[in-house]
């Protein structure tokens, strides 16, 4: 149960994570504030994501999903006694 839950978690994370790079670049003004947020975002991971959602007041949905995989990520931590990450295959 924890290890599915874990591949879901990072499933939803990296969904997340490509779903908001792309939001950062299209929703830039020019080339160089598409290039920035796009690098914030692909570096700084939901961190960055925090901070692009906090300042262009957009990207709410994949930083949502971002978060709920990491919820599913910490809950599959805790049920498999912090060793969920390494039995996934058994």
Same mark, same amino acid.
Request: glycine letters at 16%; proline letters at 0%.
């Given at each position: 149960m924890a290890g599915i839950l874990l591949m879901v978690g990072y499933l939803l994370m990296l969904i #997340?994570? /490509?779903w908001? /790079?792309?939001t950062a670049i299209q929703t830039g003004k020019d080339t160089s504030e !598409?290039?920035?947020w796009g690098l914030v975002t692909f570096f700084c991971g939901i961190i960055g994501a925090i901070i692009f959602f906090v300042v262009r007041k957009e #990207? !709410?949905?994949p930083l949502m999903v971002q978060v709920l995989g990491w919820v599913f990520t910490v809950i599959a931590m805790v049920i498999g006694g912090g060793q969920a990450s390494f039995n996934i295959g058994g």
């Open positions: #997340g994570w /490509i908001m /790079i792309v !598409k290039a920035i #990207g !709410k949905t």
